[in-house]
């Protein structure tokens, strides 16, 4: 069984930036296509970021230029680079792992950006 553990939310002003780490369990992670969504009050859950196994990336047009996200098969880590943070980033982002019939997220993390 896949855990993933988030960590690095917080509050921000508008223009600040944060990084968010994920860390994964388990030996299927080198495989597995890992993303970042995004869910804020009274929306959908949307995705922000994706990074398959070969390391190519997908982002949102929402956060295109903005945020980066990475990962390190050797510690088994996810992360997402946000910069130029705006008030409607606000929202819990959660960590999320796709291999074959395996999907599973994480707890979320809160990051709340005003000023």
């Known amino acids: 069984q896949v855990q993933l553990v988030e960590s690095g939310g917080g509050l921000v002003q508008p223009g600040g930036s944060l990084r968010l780490s994920c860390a994964a369990s388990g030996s299927i992670f080198r495989r597995a296509a890992m993303g970042w969504y995004r869910q804020a009050p009274g929306k959908q859950r949307e995705l922000v970021a994706q990074i398959a196994a070969g390391s190519s990336t997908n982002y949102a047009d929402s956060v295109k230029g903005r945020f980066t996200i990475s990962r390190d098969n050797i510690k088994n880590m996810v992360y997402l680079q946000m910069n130029s943070l705006k008030p409607e980033d606000t929202a819990v982002y959660y960590c999320?792992?796709?291999?074959?019939?395996?999907?599973?997220w994480g707890q979320g993390t809160q990051v709340t950006v005003s000023s």
């Open positions: 999320n792992l796709q291999w074959s019939v395996v999907n599973s």
